[in-house]
């Protein structure tokens, strides 16, 4: 078994799998937004008056606002914080290289000879640094994995206890448009009602208005599409 290679891509495939859990955060952060709209709404309309229906909507929000906060901290553990281990710089090896080769050169009783244990001892050190920062950066996406499933899990049970509310904002909702009031004005033995007007008494007589101009037409307008100042003819 070539190991070299089964590091080598070990390693790459835990930077793909870093890459792949950031790239899954933009879908959980726009549905929080949605839904944390969503409980304004019904926060609104759950302080019109103290009944059962509103308690019952604000302890659900309660709920819904505890699993939100929860959500967006898992989602930043999620994203911050996290140290990856990558492969050295590449000049950096190649300065590594040729200092092996100057030192197992002067040792060695030829060259090629030198050049083959320089070029040994290089390849054993990067098996050993894939290896080991496949290792280190598997650790911690698992740990981000972690941190997302818990982020998604505060999501859902967000989901689920708005969707429980959503039939007592209905309820809430319909019961503001149908506690319109009617307001009665009492005077003396005449009582008066939104629907019943009060007899108003004709206008006074207008004098006849002074005779005015002919009212210019407007000039038409020429639109220039795509341009900031329409042009008149």
């Known amino acids: ?22 790239r899954s955060l933009s879908f959980p952060v726009g549905l929080m937004a949605v839904l ?46 996290h140290t990856y281990s990558a492969m050295p710089f590449a000049e950096d090896l ?19 000879a030198g050049e083959a244990s320089a070029q040994s001892k290089l390849a054993t050190y990067v098996e050993l640094e894939f290896s080991k ?13 972690v941190f997302l499933f818990k982020a998604n899990a505060f999501l ?12 007592f904002y209905l309820y809430v909702t319909s019961r503001q448009q149908d506690s319109v009031q009617k ?23 207008q004098p006849p208005p002074a005779h005015k101009p002919e009212p210019t037409a407007p000039p038409s307008r020429l639109i220039r599409e795509h341009t900031e100042k329409p042009l008149r003819k």
Not at 49 to 63: M, N, Q, R
Not at 64 to 76: E, Q
Not at 133 to 145: H, L, M, R
Not at 156 to 167: A, D, Q, R, T
């Open 1 to 22: 078994m070539d190991t070299y290679s089964l590091y080598k891509d070990l390693y790459f495939h835990e930077m793909e799998r870093r890459d792949q859990l950031n």
């Open 36 to 81: 944390f709209g969503a409980a304004i709404v019904m926060y609104k309309a759950a302080t019109f008056s103290v009944s059962t229906a509103d308690k019952i909507i604000l302890a659900f929000l309660c709920v819904v606002a505890i699993s939100l906060v929860a959500t967006a901290y898992f989602l930043i553990r999620t994203y911050w914080g």
């Open 94 to 112: 190649h300065s590594y290289k040729v200092l092996l080769s100057d030192y197992y050169k002067s040792a060695a009783t030829s060259a090629d």
């Open 133 to 145: 920062n496949a290792k280190i950066n598997a650790v911690v996406n698992d740990a981000k994995s």
């Open 156 to 167: 859902v049970s967000s989901i689920v206890f708005l969707g429980i509310s959503s039939p």
């Open 183 to 205: 307001i009665q004005i009492i005077q003396g033995d005449h009582v008066m009602t939104q629907q019943q007007q009060p007899p108003k008494s004709p206008p006074p007589a």
